[in-house]
């Protein structure tokens, strides 16, 4: 999750597209004209541990575009594919 966040960030969208599950990612991924991510809250965890095949991130990523600061609130479900975390899905919550 903190991996995708960064990449976000940083414009990295090469390593969002390499980590979300085939089944469910878009052709292309592209970058948000005007929005800057400016933080991550990891609220929880569910499984996703060493022995897990899925698990869920509930977490808020702040950002700030020209309307002002404003904030994602989602939770995002992982499966673990060839020993790798991808990216399934996300609700937005709140």
Known sequence: MRSRYAAY???RLDHVFRTWHPRTRPDD????????WTGLDVEAVEDG???DE????VFTA???TAAGPGAQHERSRFARRAGRWLYLDGELEG
């Open 29 to 36: 991924v592209r970058p948000v004209a005007g929005l800057t």
């Open 62 to 64: 702040s950002y700030r």
């Open 49 to 51: 541990g060493p022995g």
């Open 9 to 11: 960030a940083t414009g």
């Open 54 to 57: 899925t698990g869920v991130v």
